[in-house]
C-alpha cells in the first residue's frame, strides 16, 4: 500500500471513529427548540419539552452511532433499526409543535440527514419529500402558526449533503473491496507464473537429464570415461536448474531465445537428435525474445520427450519461430501428447503478448509449434 492509500484510509478511518463527535456537534443547532420550551409560561411544559429535546438528541445520537458501526465492518445500517429511530424522532417532533409551534419544524433537518445515510436512496428521498410537505402546508393550516421559515430550503440542502457524504463512504468503501480484489488477483497471477515457469523449467531440464542419465547407464561398461563426462553434465544440468527454480521463484529468472538455441542444441544432441538451428537469434526484436525462447524450450522439451524423432529443425524470424521435427507424438485430436500443461503454459504466455500459437502435423509428419507475434 502506498503512502497515498495509507493516508486515504487513516482519515477515513478517523472520520468514521470520531463520527459521534460529529453528529454530537451538530446537536448544538437543538439550542433553538430548547430556547423555544424553556420560554414557556408552565414549569410542566419547560420540563415535558426539555426531555422531549433530549431524547430526540439521544435518538440522533444513537442511530449516529448505528451508522458509523455498520459502515466500519463494511455494511448499511438495518433498516428497520433506522425507521425505529427516525420514527422516534418524528414523535418527538410533533410533541414539541404542540408546544412550541413551527419552530420545532427546524429539527426535520435531523430527520432528513439520517434518512439519507441510513436507508435506502429511494426511501430516503421520499421521505424528505414527505416532510418538505409538512412543513409547507401544515403551518399555513393551523391558526397562529408562522409558515414564513425556510426550514423546508435548509432541509432540502442538507438531505443533498447528506446524500453526497453517503456517496463518498460508499465509494470508498468500495475502492477498498477493489484494491483487496486486485491484490488477491496479483497473488494468484503471481502463483501461476510461478508454477508455469518452474514446470517449463524443470520439465525441460528434467528432460535433457533423463536422456544423459541413460546414455550414461549404457556406457558405462563400455566406455567409463565418456559415461563419466555424461555423469558430470547431469550434474551441472542438475545444479543449472536448480539455480534456474530459485530465480523463477525470486522473479529474476530472464529466458532470452539465442541461450535457449544453444540449450536445444545440447539437449538434442544429447538425445540423439539431428538438429538444424539458426547460428544466432540477433534478427529477434527484443520484445519477442523472452517469448521465442520460452517457446522454443517447451518445443524441444516435446521433441526430446515424446517424439521419437530423428530430425528437429528450427526457424526463427523478426515476429515468429518454428519448431518441426519428423517424429508422431500427434494424437488423433490434433494435440501434443503432453498432458496439457506445458503447451497450455505457452498458450497463456502467446496470449499475454498478442500472439498466436499454432500446433499441428509438420510436413515431415511430426509436428510443428509455431508461434507468431504482431
Given amino acids: ?29 437543538l439550542a433553538y427548540p430548547l430556547g423555544e420550551v424553556l420560554a414557556l409560561p408552565h414549569l410542566w411544559q419547560k420540563v415535558l419539552g426539555s426531555a422531549a429535546v433530549v431524547a430526540f ?24 433499526w433506522a425507521w425505529f429511530g427516525l420514527i422516534v424522532m418524528g414523535s418527538l417532533i410533533v410533541v414539541l409543535a404542540v408546544m412550541i409551534g413551527s419552530q420545532s419544524f427546524g429539527a426535520t ?61 460508499k465509494r470508498n468503501h468500495e475502492l477498498a473491496v477493489a484494491r483487496q480484489q486486485l491484490a488477491d488477483l496479483a497473488i494468484v497471477a503471481e502463483r501461476e507464473r510461478v508454477s508455469r515457469d518452474v514446470h517449463d523449467i524443470l520439465g525441460h531440464s528434467l528432460t535433457v537429464i533423463t536422456v544423459k542419465a541413460e546414455l550414461a547407464g549404457r556406457l558405462i561398461e563400455i566406455d567409463p570415461a565418456r559415461a563419466a563426462v555424461e555423469i558430470g553434465e547431469v550434474e551441472a544440468l542438475a545444479r543449472e536448474a536448480l539455480s534456474d527454480v530459485r530465480s523463477t521463484v525470486g522473479g529474476l529468472r530472464k529466458v532470452d531465445v539465442a541461450v ?39 518445443a524441444v522439451t516435446n521433441v526430446i520427450r515424446h517424439s521419437g524423432a530423428r530430425h528437429c529443425r528450427v526457424d526463427v524470424q523478426a515476429s515468429r519461430i518454428e519448431i518441426s521435427d519428423d517424429g508422431g507424438s500427434i494424437d488423433d485430436g490434433g494435440c501434443i501428447d503432453d498432458s496439457g500443461n506445458g503447451l497450455r503454459g505457452l498458450a497463456e504466455r502467446v496470449k499475454a ?6 500446433v499441428g502435423r509438420s510436413r515431415t509428419g511430426g509436428f510443428t509449434v509455431e508461434v507468431e507475434c504482431r
Avoid: K
Fill in 109 to 169: 433537518i435531523y430527520i432528513a440527514v439520517l434518512a439519507m445515510m441510513t436507508l435506502p436512496t429511494r426511501q430516503a428521498w421520499v421521505l424528505v419529500a414527505v416532510l418538505v410537505v409538512v412543513i409547507e402546508v401544515v403551518p399555513r393550516i393551523v391558526p397562529d402558526w408562522d409558515p414564513g421559515s425556510f426550514f423546508a430550503f435548509q432541509l432540502v440542502i442538507s438531505a443533498v449533503a447528506a446524500w453526497g457524504i453517503t456517496q463518498v463512504f
Fill in 260 to 298: 535457449e538455441l544453444g540449450n536445444a542444441r545440447t539437449a538434442l544432441a544429447s538425445a540423439g537428435i539431428d538438429a538444424d538451428l539458426p547460428s544466432d537469434a540477433d534478427v529477434v526484436p527484443l520484445r519477442n525474445r523472452e517469448l521465442f525462447g520460452w517457446t522454443l524450450r517447451e
Fill in 1 to 29: 500500500m502506498t503512502p497515498v492509500e495509507v493516508s486515504a484510509s487513516e482519515g477515513i478511518g478517523r472520520m468514521f471513529r470520531f463520527g459521534w463527535v460529529f453528529g454530537l456537534i451538530w446537536l448544538f443547532y
Fill in 353 to 358: 503478448a498478442n500472439g498466436t500459437l499454432t
Fill in 57 to 80: 438528541g439521544a435518538t440522533f445520537l444513537i442511530v449516529i452511532w448505528g451508522f458509523r458501526t455498520a459502515n466500519r465492518s463494511g455494511r448499511r445500517v438495518d433498516v428497520r
